[in-house]
C-alpha cells in the first residue's frame, strides 16, 4: 500500500512569507504528527492531529499551525518565515496512538532566505 | 517520557551482527522500548518495539535487560544499506501526552563497512 506522501518535496521561500505543507497518511491511518528537523536541534514535535482534532503539540511558537481535514490529509503552516525556520519537516502517520509505531514520510525539505 | 543513552556511534563489518546498546534506567512500568532508523535524507523509519519480553521480527531482535533498564537492538547480519542513525525512544504506548510524540535523542550513528 502506499505510504506516507508529502509535499512538495522542497521549498524555497523568503523571510516573511508563509508556507504551507501536505501529508497524506497511509489509508486508514487516523493520526498524524508532524516533526521539525535540524542538524543542531534534531527531531523535535510539532503536533499531532486525530480525526481533525489537536491531541498533542510541541513547543513551538504560534507561527507554526496545522491542520487535518475529514480524509485525515492533514497540512501544517508557518506564517512569517525566519531564517531558522530552515529544516526538514516530516510527518508520520499511525492507526491510533502509535503502540505499533509510526510510519514517516521522505519530509519537504524547507529553505529560508 | 524516560531519557535514554546510546553510543554516538559504532562500526560494524558487513555480514556481522551489529549489536546497539540503550541504557533507560529511570523507565517506567507502563513504558515500551521503541527502535527506529534513520538513513541519510529520509524519514525515520520504525523498527521494533517491546515491553518487557525479546521480540523479533524480520528487521532485528530487541533484547531487554529483567530489570528493562537498557536493551540491545541486534542486526543478526548487517549489509552496507543498515548504515544508519539508529533511534532507542522510551514512551508509554498509548494516552495523554504520548499522542503522536515521540522524543529523539541524538541516537547512534552505525557505519557498515564492507
Known amino acids: 500500500k502506499a505510504g506516507v506522501t508529502q509535499t512538495p518535496r522542497y521549498l524555497i521561500k523568503t523571510r516573511g512569507q508563509q508556507v504551507t505543507l501536505s501529508c497524506s497518511p497511509i489509508?486508514?491511518?487516523?493520526?498524524v504528527s508532524w516533526y521539525q528537523q535540524t542538524p543542531g536541534q534534531g527531531l523535535q514535535f510539532l503536533f499531532e492531529?486525530?480525526?481533525?482534532?489537536?491531541?498533542n503539540k510541541g513547543n513551538f511558537p504560534g507561527r507554526f499551525s496545522g491542520r487535518q481535514f475529514s480524509n485525515s490529509r492533514s497540512e501544517m503552516n508557518v506564517s512569517t518565515l525566519e531564517l531558522g525556520d530552515s529544516a526538514l519537516y516530516l510527518c508520520?502517520?499511525?492507526?491510533?496512538?502509535?503502540?505499533?509505531?509510526?510510519?514517516f514520510g521522505s519530509g519537504t525539505r524547507l529553505t529560508v532566505v | 517520557d524516560a531519557k535514554t543513552t546510546q553510543p554516538t556511534s559504532m562500526d560494524c563489518a558487513e555480514g556481522r551482527a551489529a549489536n546497539l546498546p540503550c541504557n533507560h534506567s529511570?523507565?517506567?512500568?507502563?513504558?515500551?522500548v521503541y527502535w527506529y532508523r534513520q538513513i541519510h535524507s529520509q524519514g525515520p523509519q520504525y523498527i521494533i518495539h517491546?515491553?518487557?519480553n525479546n521480540e523479533t521480527n524480520e528487521m532485528a531482535s530487541l533484547i531487554i535487560t529483567e530489570d528493562r533498564k537498557s536493551s540491545t537492538l541486534i542486526l543478526p547480519h548487517a549489509t552496507l544499506r543498515d548504515t544508519a542513525v539508529y533511534y532507542c525512544?522510551?514512551?508509554?504506548?498509548?494516552?495523554?501526552?504520548?499522542?503522536?510524540?515521540?522524543?529523539f535523542g541524538q541516537g547512534t550513528i552505525l557505519t557498515v563497512h564492507p
Open positions: 508520520a502517520s499511525s492507526q491510533g496512538q502509535g503502540r505499533n509505531g509510526y510510519t
Open positions: 489509508s486508514g491511518h487516523r493520526s
Open positions: 492531529y486525530f480525526s481533525e482534532t489537536q491531541r
Open positions: 529511570t523507565i517506567s512500568g507502563n513504558e515500551y
Open positions: 517491546g515491553l518487557k
Open positions: 525512544i522510551v514512551r508509554v504506548g498509548t494516552g495523554g501526552t504520548s499522542y503522536g510524540k515521540l522524543t
